[in-house]
């Protein structure tokens, strides 16, 4: 019996695919130790997924809509920090921005005026508490401090969020997981950048580290995007 073969599904698959080229090159040209010269090739993964969420968005409505507004956030992010290396905090209020977009995606999933209360108050407390530490504990560059906090703290609560609409559909899970290897990836970026609050890591630290950011951050890049419920009413 012959397949017919979608075409979106198809170019869903090149993508996956050239992705995948990505992610392997990435961890070759960090495992040589080439940093500057893969750089643009880091930079190409996000805009890959953003493809990936664009072409499910006729089904996907208006939580694909969401993500696909995340992962432009997570862009404008990248493009600061992986290709000029430079405002950070630019950078930080970016990927805040994403994770805010991802908070909205499971606020449109819980359809919950009560949850979203409740979901408010929790996040404004952890942030108001983890931005104050964040900035005294860099005090040289509070406002970094601050903004690293405030996005790792939006982040990690999406992430438990996430496992929490897994026990209503499992289908979450690449959402959840998604979010999960993010944080992953953040901790080694937190790790890396850890001299600048006084703390210091060995050569052969940091040169895990450079590979660890990338297997947590591409595979949790593919499956966010991907992550985006069908509409089925």
């Not at 500057?36 to 208006?62: G, Q, S």
């Not at 995340?70 to 905090?89: G, K, R």
């Not at 104050?132 to 406002?143: D, E, I, N, P, T």
Request: glycine content about 4%; overall charge positive; aromatic content about 12%.
């Amino acid at each position: 019996m012959a397949v017919k073969i979608n075409a979106k599904n198809a170019i869903i698959v090149l993508l996956a695919v050239i992705a995948a080229g990505i992610f392997i090159a990435s961890l070759t040209l960090n495992a040589m130790r080439e940093y500057d010269a893969v750089r643009p090739v880091e930079f190409c993964i996000v805009p890959i997924c953003l493809a990936i969420a664009a072409l499910r968005l006729k089904e996907t409505k208006a939580d694909g809509a969401l993500l696909c507004g995340a992962l432009a956030f997570t862009i404008a992010a990248d493009y600061f920090m992986v290709l000029l290396e430079s405002y950070y905090e630019l950078s930080l209020a970016f990927f805040s921005a994403a994770q805010l977009f991802y908070w909205a995606r499971i606020l449109l999933l819980r359809r919950s005026k009560k949850y979203a209360i409740i979901s408010a108050c929790v996040r404004a407390a952890v942030c108001i508490i983890l931005c104050s530490v964040g900035a005294v504990l860099m005090r040289g560059a509070w406002l970094l401090g601050a903004l690293a906090a405030f996005y790792f703290a939006n982040l990690a609560i999406n992430a438990v969020e996430a496992f929490m609409l897994c026990r209503k559909d499992k289908s979450f899970l690449t959402f959840a997981a998604g979010l999960l290897l993010f944080i992953g990836c953040d901790i080694c970026v937190g790790f890396n950048a850890a001299y600048m609050a006084g703390i210091h890591i060995t050569s052969k630290g940091y040169y895990a580290l450079s590979l660890l950011i990338w297997i947590f951050y591409m595979p949790s890049q593919v499956l966010l995007s991907l992550s985006a419920k069908k509409k089925t009413t």
